[in-house]
């Protein structure tokens, strides 16, 4: 790193990330894929997949779709369960300086509240991050849209953890800074928004959606100005930290939701079109742009 690197971010509660640059939840897996292709430990974070009590198996594939400068995704939130994650897969995490961030999903508070629990004794988990914006399964959005469910949730997610909680925001909402300020007022140490947008794409040939179920989530550079206004929202309506996710494609494109008040930032799809992303965009920040 250069003199001018960017330096550290506190988010509160003992989670300091080493620099603002993290790797989205959904696009990095565990990171234990990512981590045989890039030099994973000079990041500033890694949010996992979005882990739940019970192991998933996802939705029916297809579960992606490219659009217009962008993808859509539907995949259901496929993953080993918070039991797997906590014997299995953090050990494996021993020893990485990144900090490991795991997303939380559930379709109950009480289910949020039991993976943060298991979670709670495993040193190798510097956070927490619920994800209360999930448009791919049944239940996915029923926190994210509500300002007073999102604060329920994290009102009982507060209770059961020391660990810095970071609450990630769903656009598919008619006033984000409503859902910010319901979940800081609750306890939340910070925000990280956006999860990905309500789409659709046609099978020209048949007439009928490319996803299996309708609908999926876009990302990916089509979303960096919808995301940018959010985050922007977002920042004018809290005082915690606020991390911005949404399209970034390198420094630049980084640096404008560093602009517009978010204290760090998260790569995820444009991981998928080059796994070295996340770490042009650390490379190509100074510590002046924030
Ligand atoms: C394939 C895929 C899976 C994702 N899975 C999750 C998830 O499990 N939990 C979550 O909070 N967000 C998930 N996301 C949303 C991303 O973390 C991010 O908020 C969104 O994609 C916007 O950022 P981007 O445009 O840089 O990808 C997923 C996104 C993609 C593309």
């Known amino acids: 790193m250069t003199e001018n690197a960017p330096g550290s971010v506190d988010l509160g509660r003992g989670l300091t990330l080493p620099n603002p640059v993290g790797l989205a939840s959904g696009t990095a897996g565990y990171g234990f894929e990512l981590e045989q292709l890039i030099d994973i430990n000079r990041l500033g974070a890694l949010y996992t997949k979005g882990t739940t009590m019970d192991a998933r198996a996802g939705n029916p594939p297809p579960r992606v779709a490219e659009t217009g400068g962008g993808m859509l995704n539907s995949i259901g939130l496929q993953n080993p369960g918070v039991d797997s994650v906590a014997t299995t897969y953090a050990p494996r995490w021993t020893g990485w300086s990144i ?20 979670l709670e004794p495993v040193s190798e988990v510097a956070g927490i991050e619920l994800n209360i914006s999930c448009p791919n399964i049944a239940q996915g ?17 507060r209770a059961v953890t020391q660990r810095c909680v970071i609450v990630k925001l769903s656009p598919n909402v008619t006033d984000i800074a409503a859902v910010a300020r319901a979940v800081e007022d609750a306890g939340a140490d910070a925000v990280s928004a956006v999860n990905t ?35 922007a929202a977002v920042c004018a309506a809290v005082h915690i930290p606020v991390i911005g996710v949404g399209g970034i494609i390198d420094a630049a494109s980084a640096r404008d939701f560093l602009i517009v008040g978010a204290c760090a930032v998260q790569v995820g799809t444009a991981t998928f079109v080059n796994p070295e992303t996340a770490l042009q965009v650390l490379d190509g920040l100074r510590v002046d742009d924030y």
């Open 99 to 118: 900090p490991i961030i795991v997303n939380i999903a559930g379709g109950s508070v009480d289910e949020y509240v039991h993976c943060v629990s298991v």
């Open 141 to 157: 959005l029923d926190f994210g849209r509500d300002p007073a469910e999102a604060a329920r949730l994290v009102a009982a997610v």
């Open 197 to 231: 947008y309500i789409g659709r794409k046609i099978h020209r040939a048949t007439g009928r959606s490319v996803l299996p179920l309708g609908t999926g989530g876009l990302s990916g550079p089509a979303i960096q100005p919808l995301a940018l206004a959010a985050v």
